[in-house]
Antibody, heavy 124, light 110 residues
Framework: EVHLLESGGGLVQPGRSLRLSCAAS????????MSWVRQAPGKGLEWVSG????????SYGDSVKGRFTISRDNSKNTLYLQMTSLRAEDTAVYYCAKVLWSDDSLHLGPYDSWGQGTLVTVSS | QSALTQPASVSGSPGQSITISCTGT?????????VSWYQQHPGKAPRLLIY???TRPSGVSSRFSGSRSGNTASLTISGLQADDEADYYC??????????FGGGTKLTVL
């Protein structure tokens, strides 16, 4: 059974940094592209970033480009999101999500497995 | 605010059918066959219902179906059940190689 567990969220001041992690189990991690998707309180879903199974290619949404960095450690079955220059509008639950397809393409969806999410609150 | 248009809410009685629309442009919904739909219950993670416009993943009920006409994708739920009450999001892969989500539609089962 696929299991994704996010961690690293919390309260952070504007302008500071935070790193999220997503521990994966139940599948061959390096065979699948992964993404981060966020949801501001009471709002809809927003795609943040994606990475190929090998980690060789990445993509970012316009609202986080230049501030966030996605990466993965396939030896640890873990996905990361390094967030810098955080803003109030980055406040959201951050989900990691596994792509349906097994190859090394930069698939952005469809996502057949999701974690439970970790809340990031950016406030002074 | 999403560039995709979904109705904010829809409702139906148990046993009825409803359709949720997702209107975009040739650059997103109409760009290719990569449109997905997700269901999200309050406080829970999203769940994949439909991918590639009309394909159901294994384990998803046949009561859920997807289609597209031009730049509008649609999700139809037949035989409404109480547990279908949730938020629904469309999600197309765009011509600019990014992913969008619709603003979401709240389904109320009366």
């Amino acid at each position: 059974e696929v299991h994704l567990l996010e961690s690293g969220g919390g309260l952070v001041q504007p302008g500071r940094s935070l790193r999220l992690s997503c521990a994966a189990s139940g599948f061959t991690f390096n065979n699948y592209a992964m993404s981060w998707v966020r949801q501001a309180p009471g709002k809809g879903l927003e795609w943040v970033s994606g990475i190929t199974g090998s980690g060789g290619s990445t993509s970012y949404g316009d609202s986080v480009k230049g501030r966030f960095t996605i990466s993965r450690d396939n030896s640890k079955n873990t996905l990361y999101l390094q967030m810098t220059s955080l803003r109030a509008e980055d406040t959201a639950v951050y989900y990691c999500a596994k792509v349906l397809w097994s190859d090394d393409s930069l698939h952005l969806g469809p996502y057949d497995s999701w974690g439970q999410g970790t809340l990031v609150t950016v406030s002074s | 605010q999403s560039a995709l248009t979904q109705p904010a809410s829809v409702s139906g009685s148990p046993g009825q059918s409803i359709t949720i629309s997702c209107t975009g442009t040739y650059a997103d919904v109409g760009a290719n066959n990569y449109v997905s739909w997700y269901q999200q219950h309050p406080g829970k993670a999203p769940r994949l219902l439909i991918y590639d416009v009309s394909t159901r993943p294994s384990g998803v009920s046949s009561r859920f179906s997807g289609s597209r006409s031009g730049n509008t994708a649609s999700l139809t739920i037949s035989g409404l059940q109480a547990d279908d009450e949730a938020d629904y999001y469309c999600s197309p892969y765009t011509r600019s190689n990014t992913l969008l989500f619709g603003g979401g539609t709240k389904l109320t089962v009366l």
